[in-house]
């Protein structure tokens, strides 16, 4: 079974700069696309980015493209976000979520981590 842990969360200033990660297991990493939600309070939740399981593609929110990069490392099992030139409409609860792209691709996200909190503020 799939399990997901997001981590690297804190509070930061508009401009700064954070890396966010999101620890993989229970399923051979390669198999998985992973994708980067967020989600402000009051405010439906959105997507950010994602990363095909062969990590040759990967797309962004309009809002996030230049400033934020999504990349894995097959080593770790982990897929982080890096997230620069943080505004204070980046914050909320990041969240995970993982879809099976290997052997047959599914569309779904089916499995999602609990979230890692982002507050940007002066």
């Known amino acids: 079974q799939v399990q997901l842990v997001e981590s690297g969360g804190r509070s930061v200033r508009p401009g700064e700069s954070l890396r966010l990660a999101c620890a993989t297991s229970?399923?051979?990493?390669?198999?998985?696309?992973v994708g980067w939600f967020r989600q402000a309070p009051g405010k439906e939740r959105e997507f950010v980015a994602h990363?095909?399981?062969?990590?040759?593609?990967?797309n962004y929110a309009e809002s996030v493209k230049g400033r934020f990069t999504i990349s894995r490392d097959r080593d770790y099992n982990t897929v982080y976000l890096q997230m620069n030139q943080l505004q204070p409409e980046d914050a909320g609860l990041y969240l995970c979520?993982?879809?099976?792209?290997?052997?047959?691709?599914?569309?779904?996200?089916?499995?999602w981590g609990r979230g890692t909190q982002v507050t940007v503020s002066s």
């Open positions: 979520a993982a879809r099976i792209e290997r052997p047959f691709p599914t569309a779904d996200y089916s499995v």
């Open positions: 229970g399923r051979t990493f390669s198999t998985l696309g």
């Open positions: 990363i095909a399981s062969s990590g040759a593609s990967t």
